[in-house]
């Protein structure tokens, strides 16, 4: 497995921007497909974005679309999320998660990721 450590956190005030990173360490980081989710009070952990270990492959979950863009760096074994146009109900902690996986293959599930980071706290006020 890998470890990850997410960061970039903070406040901000909608409309604005915020730039997360999740550096990797352990086992080869362009073996993992990488994932970000999120999990606000009360509410149960949703997935944000996905990005395969190739790069050539995302995904976005329907309230972030046109908003948020995942990357990544294989050199630098750190995945990133680009989080435009923050909303307050974009609040949440958010973490970064890692599979196993085929080089183009993309998760979306919780289960499908058997590392996480400890996440990072977002929160956008109005």
């Known amino acids: 497995q890998v470890q990850l450590v997410e960061s970039g956190g903070g406040l901000v005030q909608a409309g604005g921007s915020l730039r997360l990173s999740c550096a990797a360490s352990g086992r080869t980081f362009s073996s993992y497909a990488m994932g970000w989710f999120r999990q606000a009070p009360g509410k149960d952990r949703e997935f944000v974005a996905t990005?395969?270990?190739?790069?050539?492959?995302?995904g976005y979950a329907d309230p972030v679309k046109g908003r948020f863009t995942i990357s990544r760096d294989n050199a630098k074994n750190t995945v990133y999320l680009q989080m435009n146009s923050l909303k307050p109900e974009d609040t949440a902690v958010y973490y970064c998660?890692?599979?196993?996986?085929?080089?183009?293959?993309?998760?979306?599930?919780?289960?499908?990721?058997?590392?996480w980071g400890q996440g990072t706290q977002v929160t956008v006020s109005s």
């Open positions: 998660a890692a599979a196993y996986s085929s080089y183009t293959t993309i998760f979306r599930g919780i289960s499908d990721f058997g590392s």
């Open positions: 990005i395969a270990r190739s790069g050539d492959n995302t």
